[in-house]
């Protein structure tokens, strides 16, 4: 678990962390082994469909709902009002044709909330890094190839 300093350097060498500084990275050194006992893992994202779901049942409000906004990721983040799962680009957005895309918008304490409901729980950090790098440290759950736009949803 974690990283070595050699990773570390390439990480800070890369275009996309032109703004990254050393000791953000303080808390993935020293790279250790740890020993996980069995454990269950979603494969695929939680859908706006089975959020639906639990909204439904339960009458649960998300951080979004509450607040009345949420961040939208494009060139650079920006807190749009109006934005929350069930429209995810803001008033006038909806879920239509999207029941099966992943729900956007929530929150840590939204994603425990759904958790409990379905008895689960978040990943442990231990469990979603082996998730995410398997047994043989690959960089990227894919392997060591770069993100590009048919590997991940990134910047």
Same mark, same amino acid.
């Given at each position: 678990?974690?990283?070595?300093?050699? /990773?570390l /350097?390439?990480?800070?060498? =890369?275009?996309?962390?032109?703004p990254?500084?050393?000791?953000?990275?303080?808390?993935?050194?020293?790279?250790h082994?740890?020993?996980?006992?069995?454990?269950?893992?979603? =494969?695929?994202?939680?859908?706006?469909?089975?959020?639906?779901?639990?909204?439904?049942?339960? &009458?649960?409000?998300?951080?979004a709902?509450?607040?009345?906004?949420?961040?939208?990721?494009? /060139?650079?983040?920006?807190?749009?009002? &109006?934005?929350?799962?069930?429209?995810?680009?803001?008033?006038?957005?909806?879920l /239509?044709?999207?029941?099966?895309?992943?729900?956007?918008?929530?929150?840590?304490?939204?994603?425990?909330?759904?958790?409990?409901?379905?008895?689960?729980?978040?990943?442990?950090?231990?469990?979603?890094?082996?998730?995410a790098? &398997?047994? %043989?440290s690959?960089?990227?759950p894919?392997?060591?190839?770069?993100p590009?736009c048919?590997?991940? %949803?990134?910047?």
């Amino acid at each position: 678990m974690g990283s070595t300093e050699t /990773d570390l /350097d390439w990480a800070l060498s =890369q275009s996309w962390c032109e703004p990254c500084q050393w000791d953000w990275f303080s808390d993935e050194l020293p790279q250790h082994e740890v020993v996980l006992n069995a454990y269950w893992i979603y =494969q695929s994202p939680v859908t706006n469909q089975q959020f639906s779901e639990f909204v439904t049942r339960t &009458g649960y409000q998300t951080t979004a709902e509450l607040q009345g906004w949420s961040w939208i990721f494009n /060139d650079g983040s920006e807190k749009v009002n &109006g934005v929350d799962w069930q429209a995810p680009k803001g008033e006038g957005s909806s879920l /239509d044709g999207r029941q099966d895309h992943p729900v956007v918008h929530v929150s840590y304490q939204d994603a425990t909330a759904y958790c409990r409901w379905v008895g689960g729980r978040l990943p442990t950090e231990a469990e979603w890094e082996k998730a995410a790098r &398997g047994t %043989n440290s690959r960089i990227y759950p894919w392997g060591d190839i770069l993100p590009n736009c048919s590997l991940a %949803n990134y910047q």
